[in-house]
């Protein structure tokens, strides 16, 4: 087995020499519980060596095996923005995201296999030579009817597929782009799968991507995820993104990384819920909910004008701050929609402060740290020389006891900032009312919550409906970020308790950010809280979204002394853009 493994390693290293690859480690593996025969994640590539077909020369198998796989990386599609601009060209003929990339690795395959390889080497790949009786996977077997059309040694096994084959191997051909001749394979395999739905069935097309991973060049760089969030972000579309997240990421991830979210979630409700009965609540902490009643109704008394009694609700009702509880349980496909909205979401956030900082026209000085002294030169700049550290060594003699100091830069080119930075409390509305607008909500309150991270600031997080979920000023980061992709979909209670509780415990003001459509159902309630916060010193912003539906609500919301409340008209292009430009004005000091 060492002799087996060290020829792996030195055919692997001949293929990455030849193709000019990135460095990368190889890890060889036994385990059949892994179904990737080949994949590639944060520089590492792991591979099975079970794959040699019988009868074939496992060394030239191998080597061509690698070389194919390589090329992807080397070649086509290189990196995940190119395969993507190729998947997306795909889904305009097919309207399919599944069916579009797998016409994008069927593609770069053929790309690979019939055009660059053999140019580049001389001579037909061996493994097209090589009849594989064991087709695991949908992409293997159409591969294999395209190979046999080049090298017909066997009868094929399907006649459908084998026709679309050679079309496929027709158009690699043609001397077109790459986004024409994907398209083409596109419609080939969307005729396909309306002619006989068995054969492209969405299963076996969902199993195909996810267990025959299409390698481009972020796979052998390290922080291979990171690097994909970059095209991550550019994506505005729900299905879009969900589908590159299962396309593109989640093969990438280990099995664990599900189980750890679900495990994360049920022990923080369990450990809030614990919690909850051994809390005391501190004399001027929190108010009760009497004590909000009696604040908002002493208020109203002082408006002559104002009517004791009025209906704010309509047809909705009217809820006591009370039946606002954390919640106990989450619904299985909240949970199933976290880990895919939390990379979707903070990678969009990620892209627009990036933009943001990078388009800024200020300037900031950025320090430096004198570190030793040298001699200094003529030909150095004057500014350079340092007169008082030369007269100390004697004689002022230039270029014999003149000195200079060598500077290093602080770490990351950041400048020095002194100050308190604020702590930021991120109150995100997930109520029925807010369903039309979630995703740009919540990419605003990460947009929050990512510039006082960045600038060093301590973070909550509450996201609400009839109930809530909130997070310590001291949980992790993965918990935080989870939290804000939940959505519940019921009545709007604003937990004023909740939120007292939490700019409470912390030293020092906050920055309380609060993202809502205004129809809370508490409001009478809610309001003397807010003004509670505001006289406490924290600064207080509301981003309000489709207000007119709660016009008289939101009046009473703005009553709230010194606090700002922006109205978004138009969510997907103001409300990202206000966020951001609130939270610059409070972090922006310590940020670059």
Known sequence: MKEQEVDILNLFNQAWVELNCPPVRLSISEDDEDEKNFSAVNGTVFFKPDIIPQGADPKQYLLWFFRHELSHVHHCPYDIKTAYSLEQAAYEIVNDWDLAYLATHIFSNVQIDINYLPKRFGEVPYYVRVISKKHRFLIEQIMQEIYLWVYPTVKSENKEIADSAKEILVISSLERTWH???????????????????????????????????????????????????????????????????????????????????????????????????????????????????????????????????????????LPTSVSKPYQKIKSEILENMLWKRYWYKSRAQQTIIQYLTASRSRRPVWALMRYPVEWYIEDEIEDLDIETSMDEGPFIPEVTTLKWVEEPTPHGQSLASGYIPSALIVLDVSRSMADVRNEAAVAAYIAYLSARRAGGQTAIIVFSTGFVSTEWDASEELKELSLTMEFGEFTVFPTPEVSRLVSANIGPCFVVIITDGGWQNVEEAVPALEHIVDAGHKLVIFLIKGKEYQDRIELIKRTPDLRLYKISDPEVDLQGLTLSESMKTYKTFLW
Do not use: C
């Open 180 to 318: 024409m001749k994907v398209q083409m394979i596109a419609y080939i395999l969307s005729r396909l799968a309306s002619r006989n739905a068995r054969l492209l069935s969405g299963k076996k097309v969902k199993e195909s991507i996810r267990k025959t991973p299409l390698l481009v060049r972020e796979d052998f760089l390290h922080s291979s995820i990171d690097r994909f969030t970059e095209t991550y972000g550019s994506i505005s579309d729900e299905a879009a993104a969900k589908a590159f997240f299962k396309q593109w990421m989640q093969p990438r991830l280990s099995e664990r990384e599900i189980e750890k979210i679900k495990d994360l979630v049920e022990k923080k409700l369990k450990t809030r819920i614990a919690d909850k009965g051994k809390e005391k609540k501190k004399k001027g902490d929190i108010f009760t909910d009497q004590q909000y009643i009696e604040k908002f109704q002493q208020q109203r008394s002082q408006i002559p004008d104002r009517p004791l009694s009025i209906d704010l609700f309509g047809a909705e009702p009217r």
